[in-house]
């Protein structure tokens, strides 16, 4: 059964910095993409950040130079590094494996302050 658990949201002031984490289980972690979402009040979940298998990496627009995306295949652990935070990064926070489209974890709340 895949498992997903974030942890690491909070609420921040603006040009604060945050790291999400995500632990994965269930799955052969190491052979899967991960990805960050997003999903702000009354709005859809958005894509954020991507980590290939092999470590290549693709970025949102709006956090392209803020955000980092990284993974620990060794901790099955996926982690996105977030700086210089605004108001509008506010959000819950999801990874999720494309792999496997039905699953994903509780989120984790992301409040910047401004």
């Known amino acids: 059964q895949v498992h997903l658990v974030e942890s690491g949201g909070g609420l921040v002031q603006a040009g604060g910095s945050l790291r999400l984490s995500c632990a994965a289980s269930g799955f052969i972690f190491s052979l899967n993409t991960m990805v960050w979402y997003r999903q702000a009040p009354a709005k859809e979940r958005v894509f954020v950040a991507q980590i290939t298998s092999g470590g290549t990496t693709t970025y949102a627009d709006s956090v392209k130079g803020r955000f980092t995306i990284s993974r620990d295949n060794a901790r099955n652990t996926v982690y996105l590094q977030m700086t210089s935070l605004k108001p509008e990064d506010t959000a819950v926070y999801y990874c999720?494996?494309?792999?496997?489209?039905?699953?994903w974890g509780q989120g984790t709340q992301v409040t910047i302050s401004s």
């Open positions: 999720h494996p494309p792999g496997f489209p039905n699953y």
